[in-house]
């Protein structure tokens, strides 16, 4: 495999807070980008994730995914290459999640203006 690309969020590194990851499950707000968009991505970042980390049969974008039923966070997520699309109500925790696990994979954003 390729050396792996190492993305930061510049805007969190101030943050100095505790982990605060929620025990209740996601909701899904159903979104989804489109498949030509989720490959032009993969080929920019020079792979493809493993995993889909919040997804549902209908919006998933990888054949392996974690629905609302399984609580995506109370899996680990450091064991395999992911794919974040998160509920944007919920993305404080997955940025969180993310650093504190040394997670690897590709986060969708949503471009607030």
Same mark, same amino acid.
């Given at each position: 495999? &390729?050396?792996?690309?190492?993305?930061?969020?510049?805007?969190?590194?101030?943050?100095?807070?505790?982990?605060?990851?929620?025990?209740?499950?996601?909701?899904? &707000?159903?979104?989804?980008?489109?498949? &030509?968009?989720?490959?032009?991505?993969?080929?920019?970042?020079?792979?493809?994730?493993?995993?889909?980390?919040?997804?549902?049969?209908?919006?998933?974008?990888?054949?392996?995914? =974690?629905?609302?039923?399984?609580?995506?966070?109370?899996?680990? =997520?450091?064991?395999?290459?992911?794919?974040?699309?998160?509920?944007?109500?919920?993305?404080?925790?997955?940025?969180?999640?993310?650093?504190?696990?040394?997670?690897?994979?590709?986060?969708?954003?949503?471009? =607030?203006?």
């Amino acid at each position: 495999m &390729s050396e792996k690309k190492n993305f930061e969020v510049g805007c969190l590194q101030a943050l100095k807070a505790e982990p605060k990851i929620s025990k209740t499950k996601w909701k899904s &707000s159903g979104y989804a980008v489109t498949k &030509s968009w989720f490959d032009r991505v993969c080929r920019w970042a020079g792979f493809v994730p493993d995993l889909d980390v919040f997804a549902n049969a209908k919006n998933k974008r990888l054949e392996r995914y =974690w629905t609302q039923e399984v609580d995506s966070f109370l899996q680990r =997520w450091d064991v395999l290459t992911l794919w974040w699309n998160p509920p944007f109500d919920r993305l404080y925790e997955v940025v969180e999640k993310i650093i504190s696990e040394k997670a690897f994979g590709i986060l969708i954003v949503p471009k =607030w203006q």
